[in-house]
């Protein structure tokens, strides 16, 4: 189908997938349905700006980015990682040493790329605006009615039919609480501080992470610019009372502190932007999707950000999503509920696997427990010593053994090929 013929509406003017929320997920959802052909509509309200937010995307997602046109601006926008260092600062009894994993052991030049949230947004929503396979309506939905098919009503009373809907509605998902969809949810006792710093030496592409009893205090490495050539963004899990004392800490005493918790690798340590806080939380749901919904990104799971997995894994739901869809008449309720329920047991496996893994890292370094500590220092001390083990991790962090979905699978240039085709 071509983009134009996909835009005209069929005589029910019922669209083929109706996504709900535009954020990154949402976003990402909308264009990836209408690069297989479907007229999509897209109705959310355009996301305000997350203060200190960036967002580190790995080898599979940005695969997913080039095909839907977006990788040449994050690459443009973000900075490359090249390696992650983890370093325990628990001062617990077993000395652990310090972990790197490299792009260059998996033979890849880069782990990913750190672009700022708002940065990426801008970029998923421009290419949204200008394909013409895309209704967007800048508003919120505020019910749905699922009892002859599925519908999504808007304030002012519209109804708007659709074959199927994506709900990237956020953790608070209206489409999920109409549907009926159960879902667990737990709260860690820490707050995310975030912001963005200029440092006095550089990061060379290294994401360092500094394993703390409040929980990870993370610097990823951003772009420099004339005026500040090292550039992090940094997410520092806290406690709630810590959180507040720092928020209310004048500035320069804060970046001192923050040097500090750098061990002064980086040097002096200035602020650059406004300061995020999100509290912690856990989500599960009892399952991803149901009669004309599927649920995407932070509707069906909600973790720590540990390991930068969370958009990562709502890029894989989409994806995952759009192959189950692809080839299946979205009219015929039987294909469609085969499809759904393969599109359950792969999310399942992917998305437990994670949240449980980031539940399990973040507990065991915020409860001060013997056992617990001295399996955290073996299973570090493991994987520095053992090059299969450390390779099949990172290769777990950047292109995850599941069966990729279509639209991740194939590879992309690296920079200098694609400068080379450039000039
Ligand atoms: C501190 C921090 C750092 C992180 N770092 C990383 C990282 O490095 N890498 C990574 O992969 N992940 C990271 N994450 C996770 C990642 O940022 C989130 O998973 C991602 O932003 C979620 O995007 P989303 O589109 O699913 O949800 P949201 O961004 O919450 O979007 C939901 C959208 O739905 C809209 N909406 C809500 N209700 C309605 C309605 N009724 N009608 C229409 N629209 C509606 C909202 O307005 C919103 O725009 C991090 C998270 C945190 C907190």
Redesign the pocket.
């Known amino acids: 189908m071509t983009e134009a013929a996909a835009a005209t509406p069929d005589a029910t003017n019922r669209t083929d997938i109706l996504v709900?929320?535009?954020?990154?997920?949402?976003?990402a959802a909308a264009l990836s349905f209408a690069k297989s052909g479907m007229r999509v509509t897209l109705?959310?309200?355009?996301?305000p700006p997350?203060p200190g937010?960036?967002?580190?995307?790995?080898e599979a997602?940005l695969r997913f980015l080039d095909q839907l046109g977006a990788l040449d601006r994050v690459r443009a926008q973000g900075c490359r990682i090249e390696a992650i260092r983890m370093i325990d600062d628990t001062d617990q009894l077993l000395p652990v040493p310090e972990l790197t994993l490299s792009a260059s052991e998996v033979d890849l030049p880069a782990l990913g790329i750190?672009i700022s949230?708002d940065e990426l947004v801008a970029v998923l929503l421009d290419l949204t605006r200008a394909n013409t396979a895309i209704s967007f309506i800048d508003?919120?939905?505020?019910d749905y009615d699922f009892s002859t098919g599925a519908t999504a009503i808007l304030g002012d009373g519209r109804r708007l039919d659709a074959r199927f809907i994506v709900a990237?509605?956020?953790?608070?998902?209206?489409?999920r609480a109409v549907a009926g969809i159960d879902v667990k949810e737990w709260t860690y006792p820490q707050i995310?501080l975030?912001m963005m710093l200029r440092h006095e030496f550089p990061h060379d592409g290294v994401s360092t992470e500094y394993h703390t009893r409040s929980g990870p205090f993370t610097l990823?490495p951003l772009p420099g610019t004339e005026a500040a050539p090292h550039r992090s963004s940094l997410?520092w899990l806290m406690n709630v009372d810590d959180a507040r004392r720092r928020l209310a800490k004048p500035r320069e005493e804060l970046e001192f502190e923050i040097e500090d918790y750098a061990k002064s690798e980086f040097g002096v340590m200035k602020i650059d932007s406004d300061i995020?806080q999100?509290r912690?939380g856990g989500m599960q749901v009892s399952q991803h999707g149901k009669g004309r919904l599927a649920l995407?990104?932070?509707?069906c799971h909600?973790f720590?950000?540990i390991g930068?997995?969370?958009?990562?894994?709502?890029?894989r739901d989409v994806a995952d999503l759009e192959d189950c869809l692809a080839s299946i008449d979205l009219q015929n309720d039987k294909e469609l509920s085969r499809a759904l329920a393969r599109y359950d047991r792969h999310r399942r496996a992917d998305i437990g696997f994670r949240t449980h893994g980031v539940d399990i890292l973040n507990r065991s370094l915020i409860i001060p427990y013997l056992p617990v500590d001295l399996f955290r220092g073996a299973s570090f001390i493991a994987v520095s010593a053992l090059g299969p083990l450390r390779r099949a991790i990172i290769r777990e962090g950047i292109l995850p053994h599941i069966a990729l979905p279509r639209l991740m699978q194939q590879p992309i240039e690296t920079m200098d090929e694609a400068h080379r085709r450039a000039s």
Do not use: C, K
């Open positions: 709900a929320g535009a954020g990154s997920t949402g976003l109705v959310g309200r355009i996301p997350l937010r960036t967002v580190a995307l790995f997602s750190n949230n508003a919120d939905i505020v990237a509605d956020g953790r608070n998902s209206r489409a995310a975030t990823v997410v995020g999100f912690m995407v990104g932070e509707t909600v720590p950000p930068a997995q969370g958009l990562n894994l709502s890029l």
